[in-house]
């Protein structure tokens, strides 16, 4: 799985804030970023995409 976020960030239990400062994006294009990986993956959740990471 080829994902350009840092799912793994995410998945470590940061803040959606702090996910961002990391990446250096603003909080809105994260969210945004989000959004088309909860699509192309199928979920619609924080946690249905971290189970599925973990798998």
């Not at 909080?27 to 973990?54: D, F, P, Q």
Request: aromatic residues 6%.
């Amino acid at each position: 799985m080829n994902l350009s976020l840092r799912p793994w960030a995410i998945a470590r239990g940061l803040s959606l804030r702090e996910v961002a400062m990391a990446d250096d994006i603003s909080y809105e294009t994260l969210r945004t970023h989000l959004r088309n990986i909860y699509a192309k993956l199928g979920v619609n959740s924080r946690v249905r995409l971290v189970s599925l990471l973990m798998r």
